[in-house]
């Protein structure tokens, strides 16, 4: 998971300015008036989140079975709102939207390797629609994370996943892996360790998005591919220098990818293969391409000569 930058736009504005392009008076005025409430229940975000507790916002939704929907404003009259002047292109708050969408290298943040396509309502629209165009609850997606997360959400401290404005969990080590099959291709498999997050409640969150967002498939699909690409390479580092050398090389690679991002796929799949001493005993090899190059040996140029003596 990748931290994003907070949304620095104010909620009010940015509100009100979705809601001048409404064109039915009588509906821009319902939206005025409740405004205020709009603003109440962002900080109320905010605040909850970052202290890790947005699900007592759920948990306190369901309880008055209405999941923070407004009084007198509908659910669709909201979720109208914002796919009529947030999502569509020409509205008034579309700039917002496309500011939004802005991440490095356009990397989702919640899987990390997938390409930005559009916003995710963190809390869903269909459910919690007083939140449907709250910047902080707008979040940069890539497709099969939206489409994975769809209407999740829970009331359980132990299943929230991370919250790519809040929670930075990137300067602790909790990605890992393992070669799950030594075969020919291996099976590299993934899974967490945030024993050292702190704290208990970003450590939760740690595993639970793991979970959520399938990521083991994820990352062991995307392994299976560079380890094709890789064969050839470590194939002939192991003929040719042997064990110590292509353990070497794994090691390296991991440090690259990790100085760049401790959590990464990459890292985990170096490091998994770096402590597998099948894989380093060049096991990974197909028989008939496993070769034990001759080492070259020098010979002084007088040796085995004659000695010619009087």
């Known amino acids: 998971m990748r ?71 509908t659910k669709d009259e909201f979720k109208k709102l914002y796919e009529n002047q947030v999502a569509k292109e020409g509205r008034p708050g579309r700039s917002i939207y496309n500011n939004l969408l802005i991440t490095k290298n356009k990397r989702c943040p919640f899987c990390s390797v997938g390409k930005v396509k559009n916003l995710d309502h963190f809390l869903p629209k269909a459910h919690f629609p007083i939140f449907s165009v709250t910047p902080i609850n707008l979040v940069p997606s890539c497709r099969d994370c939206n489409q994975d997360k769809n209407d999740d959400f829970s009331v359980d401290i132990r299943k929230q996943s991370l919250h790519p404005y809040f929670d930075d969990v990137s300067k602790v080590k909790w990605l890992f892996a393992k070669v799950a099959e030594e075969s020919n291709p291996p099976v590299i498999s993934y899974y967490t360790d ?105 010979q002084n140029e007088n040796t085995g000569s004659e000695c010619m003596g009087k």
């Not at 989140?49 to 923070?68: N, P, T, V």
């Not at 990790?258 to 890292?267: F, I, K, M, P, R």
């Open 194 to 298: 945030s024993t050292l997050v702190e704290p208990e409640k970003l450590a939760l969150k740690v595993d639970a998005h793991f979970i959520s967002y399938k990521l083991n498939d994820t990352f062991s699909d995307l392994a299976g591919e560079m380890l094709s690409d890789i064969y050839n390479y470590c194939m002939n580092q192991f003929n040719r220098e042997g064990k110590e050398s292509l353990k070497l090389y794994l090691l390296e690679q991991k440090e690259s990818h990790e100085n760049a991002h401790l959590n990464s796929w990459q890292g985990a799949m170096y490091n998994a293969l770096a402590n597998s001493e099948w894989y380093c005993s060049g096991k990974f090899i197909d028989p008939q391409q496993q070769i034990t190059y001759p080492k070259i040996i020098e």
């Open 3 to 73: 931290l994003l930058k907070k949304p620095d736009c104010d909620t009010k504005k940015f509100f009100s300015t979705c809601v001048s392009g409404i064109g039915a008076a009588e509906l821009q005025k319902k939206f005025t008036i409740f405004s205020e409430k709009v603003v109440t229940a962002s900080l109320d975000y905010d605040s909850k989140s970052s202290r890790h507790e947005l699900y007592m916002i759920i948990d306190q939704g369901i309880k008055d079975k209405d999941l923070c929907s407004p009084p007198f404003i």
